[in-house]
């Protein structure tokens, strides 16, 4: 599966109709459906997307809890239980609904962020401050990527 990369605007209508990146698409096109799996993000005013694929393996990882644990409920509460398969029209649009605009503060435009094998949505202001918050914590914390199981970084 391709990686989601890269930060676009692109406006939204009245209707909450927003065009998909061509590269997002591209990406979301190598799945059986054709369209996005959206959810609001339990941990920030923005929107999560995955392509069908990653849904299952988020699904996958809730059995490592045992069935009927308040653990495993309350992560497929947050995640799956909120999960929204949207179709592509015929100009790679996605129809968003009132309760997704209002919980990610969108306005007339909307920032697609590739982060790999997810991408959010958020209104461009939110986007900006995140962006500056995320890019601080990675100085601040001398954060770097894990080396490769017993290999080097």
Do not use: C
Not at 136 to 141: G, L, M, N, R
């Amino acid at each position: 599966m391709g990686l989601f990369l890269s930060t676009t605007i692109n406006r939204i209508d009245r209707k909450g109709r927003v065009s998909v990146p061509g590269p997002f698409r591209a990406v979301l096109g190598e799945q059986p459906f054709a369209g996005v799996i959206l959810m609001k993000s339990p941990i920030h005013a923005a929107l999560e997307g995955f392509a069908p694929l990653m849904m299952e393996d988020i699904a996958s990882r809730l059995d490592a809890y045992p069935m009927f644990s308040m653990d495993q409920d309350d992560l497929a509460a947050a995640t799956l239980a909120e999960a929204m398969p949207l179709h592509f029209d015929t100009e790679g649009r996605i129809v968003l609904s009132a309760e997704l605009v209002a919980h990610a503060g969108f306005d007339e435009e909307v920032a697609f962020v590739g982060l790999g094998r997810k991408f959010q949505m958020w209104s461009p202001a939110a986007w900006k401050k995140r962006r500056e918050v995320a890019q601080k914590s990675v100085k601040t914390k001398g954060l770097v990527l894990p080396a490769r199981n017993g290999g080097e970084a």
